[in-house]
């Protein structure tokens, strides 16, 4: 049975960091495309950053670049979102996604395997 736990959320100050993690149990972890979205009240799910099995593409939302980080480390199972210079509107609940293939797509719709999320909130 295919299982994502997230960990690492929790309540910030601006500009403070984050390590989100996310050990994957169940699948192919080493095939899978890993992802994170995110999910701020009254908002669609949005995403944030995705990283290939493989490890050699990343991609990101325009808001997240130069300060998040998407990194896997196969041998754990673990996929890990490092998030600096945090600010207000990175609040949210923070979700990992995974879906097979070798590709990163930005759309919720096609990741089948989903985390029960952790919160993030970051007070100005």
């Known amino acids: 049975q295919a299982q994502l736990v997230e960990s690492g959320g929790g309540l910030v100050q601006a500009g403070d960091s984050l390590r989100l993690s996310c050990a994957a149990s169940?699948?192919?972890?080493?095939?899978?495309?890993m992802a994170w979205f995110r999910q701020a009240p009254g908002k669609e799910r949005e995403f944030v950053a995705g990283v290939t099995w493989s490890g050699d593409s990343t991609n990101y939302v325009d808001s997240v670049k130069g300060r998040f980080t998407i990194s896997r480390d196969i041998a754990k199972n673990t996929v890990y979102l490092q998030m600096n210079s945090l600010k207000p509107e990175d609040t949210a609940v923070y979700y990992c996604?995974?879906?097979?293939?070798?590709?990163?797509?930005?759309?919720?719709?096609?990741?089948?395997?989903w985390g029960q999320g952790t919160q993030v909130t970051v007070s100005s």
């Open positions: 169940g699948i192919p972890f080493s095939r899978y495309t």
């Open positions: 996604a995974a879906r097979p293939g070798a590709v990163v797509p930005t759309g919720w719709a096609v990741y089948g395997y």
